[in-house]
C-alpha cells in the first residue's frame, strides 16, 4: 500500500476527509475534476463549491443541525470553522457568502503541505483502491464514468433522486413599498432567555433585518397559485425517474396537494403583521440574503423545476417582485446515491471492501452539514486503519454517530436523511414540551460526545 490516502471529490465532504487526515500527518491525494470538467450543476473553480442554498440552518443548540454543527465543532471541522467566518446574516440560522466560503476552504486545503490536489477526472476506481485507502465523496452529481465504476463495484443499481435550487434576485430591484424586513421567530427570541444564551455562547449574530418579507392578500396568492401549479416544467430525459426527496421538493410540485399546502408551508404568514393593514397576511414569501454585501436574496422555500420564462413570469406576481431581476434561476438537479444501508458500516466503510469508504451525499446523508460530518468520520477512521488503530465510532446518542448508524442500518426502503431528533434514542421519561426535550436530547448529545473525545 502507498504512504497517502486518496480523496475523490473536492466538495464539501471531500474536503472536510482531507483537511481531517492531514491534520494527522498522513498525506492526501485529492482528486477533483474541476475545472477540466464540470457537473451539470457547477461554474466555481474552487473548491467546497455550494450551488443550492446559501443555508447551513439553524445555529440553535435545540436543532438537530444547530446540534450537529456544535459537534463538529468540538471535533475541529474546517468547514463549519470557515462557514462561522464568513456568515452572512440569517437569524437563527448560519448563511455563509459562497464565493467567500469556496475560496477560503481552497486556499486551506492548497495551503496544506500534506494535501496534493490533483485536477483529474477518476474513472477507473479499482486501480486508486489497489493502490492506497480510498475515500469517494464525489456527491450527488458524480460523474457518468465513475458512477458507472461505483456500480460495478458495489453491484447496485444506481439510485436517484432530486434536489431543487431556489432562484436569487437583486434587492435593488425588490419594491420595498410592499415588501418589509423581520424575522418570524424574533418574539419568541425575545421572550426566550435559553435561546438568548445559546445564541451568545454560539457567537450567533442576531439582526431584526434579516428576511425580506413579501406579504400577499387572497386575491393576490389565488391569483399566484393558479399561474404556479399551470405553469410550464422541464422536460426530464427518458432514463430519468420522477423520485422526488420530500426535503427538497419543488414549490409546484407542493403547490399541487392542495391551494393551502403552501400558507402551510414556506408561505405561512404566522408571526408577521403586514405594516400597510395591521393585519396579519394570507401569505407571506421570505427571502434570505445570498451573499456578504447584503446585494442578492433567494426566496426561500422556492426550490423549483420550472422552465427559466415561467420563472420569471410566475415569481414575478408575488407583490414586491412585480420587477424583480432574476441574477440566477432554480434549477432540479439529478442525484446519486448509494444503497448505503447495505453497503456500509457505521464508519463510512465498505462492508466488502477493505480499504474503500464512501462520504457526503453519495452515501445518503442529506445536507450541507451532514455532508461535512460524514466526511469528517470517512476521514478519521481512514486514518485510523491507515495506522492500524481502533475503528472511531461516535455514540448513537449524538447526531454524528446517529447519522452514521442511519446510513448503516440495513433498510429495504432507504432514502437520504437529513439531522433530525427521530433518528437518535428517545429518553426514558416521555416529555410533552417539544423544546425542552429537543434540549435534554442536546445536552446529553454533547455530554456523550466530549466522553469519546477528551
Excluded at 348 to 362: S, V
Aim: charge should be negative; hydrophobic fraction near 40%; proline fraction near 4%.
Amino acid at each position: 500500500m502507498k504512504d497517502y490516502i486518496n480523496v475523490i471529490g473536492g466538495g464539501l465532504a471531500g474536503t472536510e476527509a482531507a483537511y481531517q487526515i492531514a491534520k494527522r500527518g498522513i498525506k492526501v491525494k485529492l482528486y477533483e475534476m474541476k475545472p477540466n470538467k464540470y457537473s451539470p450543476a457547477h461554474s466555481n473553480q474552487n473548491l467546497a463549491e455550494i450551488v443550492c442554498s446559501n443555508s447551513f440552518k439553524s445555529n440553535l443548540h435545540t436543532n438537530a443541525c444547530g446540534l450537529l454543527k456544535e459537534e463538529l465543532r468540538a471535533m475541529d471541522s474546517l468547514l463549519i470553522k470557515i462557514a462561522d467566518s464568513t456568515s452572512v446574516p440569517a437569524g437563527q440560522a448560519l448563511a455563509v457568502d459562497r464565493e467567500i466560503f469556496a475560496k477560503k476552504v481552497t486556499e486551506a486545503i492548497k495551503s496544506n503541505p500534506n494535501i496534493e490536489v490533483i485536477n483529474e477526472e477518476v474513472v477507473d476506481l479499482e486501480k486508486l483502491i489497489e493502490e492506497a485507502i480510498t475515500i469517494v465523496a464525489t456527491g450527488p452529481l458524480t460523474a457518468d464514468e465513475l458512477a458507472k465504476n461505483i456500480s460495478k463495484i458495489t453491484a447496485q443499481d444506481k439510485l436517484y433522486f432530486y434536489d431543487a435550487a431556489a432562484p436569487i434576485v437583486t434587492k435593488d430591484s425588490i419594491n420595498f413599498d410592499i415588501a418589509f424586513w423581520g424575522d418570524r421567530y424574533e418574539q419568541e427570541r425575545e421572550k426566550n432567555e435559553e435561546i438568548e444564551a445559546w445564541k451568545e455562547r454560539l457567537r450567533t449574530t442576531i439582526d431584526k433585518q434579516n428576511y425580506i418579507n413579501l406579504p400577499m392578500n387572497k386575491e393576490e396568492y389565488e391569483n399566484f397559485y393558479r399561474n404556479l401549479i399551470n405553469a410550464e416544467v422541464v422536460e426530464l430525459h427518458h432514463f430519468e425517474k420522477r423520485e422526488i426527496f420530500e426535503g427538497c421538493m419543488p414549490i409546484e410540485i407542493m403547490a399541487k396537494r392542495g391551494e393551502d399546502t403552501l400558507r402551510f408551508g414556506p408561505l405561512k404568514p404566522v408571526g408577521f403583521t403586514d405594516p400597510r393593514t395591521g393585519k396579519r397576511p394570507y401569505a407571506l414569501v421570505q427571502l434570505r440574503q445570498d451573499d456578504t454585501e447584503g446585494n442578492i436574496f433567494n426566496l426561500v422555500g422556492f426550490q423549483t423545476n420550472l422552465k427559466y420564462g415561467e420563472q420569471k413570469r410566475v415569481f414575478s406576481m408575488i407583490p414586491g417582485l412585480e420587477n424583480a431581476e432574476f441574477i440566477k434561476y432554480g434549477v432540479m438537479h439529478r442525484n446519486t446515491f448509494i444503497d448505503s444501508s447495505h453497503l456500509l458500516t457505521n464508519t463510512y466503510k465498505m462492508k466488502t471492501i477493505e480499504n474503500l469508504y464512501f462520504a457526503g451525499q453519495i452515501t445518503g446523508v442529506e445536507g450541507y452539514v451532514e455532508s461535512i460530518s460524514s466526511g469528517l468520520m470517512a476521514g478519521i477512521n481512514a486514518v485510523n486503519e491507515f495506522k492500524g488503530e481502533e475503528e472511531f465510532i461516535l455514540p448513537i446518542e449524538t447526531m454524528t454517530g446517529a447519522l452514521a448508524n442511519y446510513i448503516s442500518t440495513p433498510n429495504e426502503k432507504f432514502q437520504p436523511m437529513n439531522a433530525n431528533f427521530g433518528i437518535v434514542p428517545g429518553l426514558e421519561k416521555r416529555i410533552k414540551d417539544k423544546k425542552e426535550k429537543y434540549t435534554i436530547l442536546a445536552d446529553r448529545a454533547i455530554f456523550k460526545l466530549k466522553e469519546v473525545i477528551k
